[in-house]
């Protein structure tokens, strides 16, 4: 059974940056599927964020945080990465790292039903 586990998340300023780790494990799953980044602010829907496929090299990012984030992984430390910057007050949201059925990323979209195992979530705030 995949198990996926946020971390990272944490109360920052207007215009910081933060690094999220999504831990997935068993590790060689990084091969065999894509993985998404989403995230949810308070009475809103879940968002997609970025995907990133190891195995393909393909990448997709959403417009919710296009140009202000970069999306990545490491197949030796069984990790997903999401880099952000410029955070703004709208950016506070939990973030979820969820594991695609499919191994690639879609180069059009970015939904939450292409996806199958989701973790519990880190939480990001920015301060206004």
């Known amino acids: 059974q995949v198990h996926l586990v946020e971390s990272g998340g944490e109360l920052v300023q207007i215009g910081g940056s933060l690094r999220l780790s999504c831990l997935v494990s068993?590790?060689?799953?990084?091969?065999?599927?894509?993985f998404g980044w989403f995230r949810q602010a308070p009475g809103r829907g879940r968002e997609g964020v970025a995907c990133?496929?190891?195995?393909?090299?393909?990448?997709y990012y959403a417009d919710s945080m296009r140009g202000r984030v970069t999306v990545s992984g490491d197949n030796a430390k069984n990790t997903v990465y999401l880099e952000m910057s410029g955070l703004r007050p709208e950016d506070t949201a939990v973030y979820y790292c969820?594991?695609?059925?499919?191994?690639?990323?879609?180069?059009?979209?970015?939904?939450?039903?292409?996806?199958?195992?989701w973790g519990q979530g880190t939480q990001v705030t920015v301060s206004s």
């Open positions: 068993p590790g060689d799953t990084l091969n065999y599927h894509s």
């Open positions: 990133v496929s190891i195995s393909t090299g393909t990448k």
């Open positions: 969820a594991k695609g059925f499919h191994r690639w990323c879609s180069s059009a979209r970015l939904e939450t039903t292409d996806f199958g195992t």
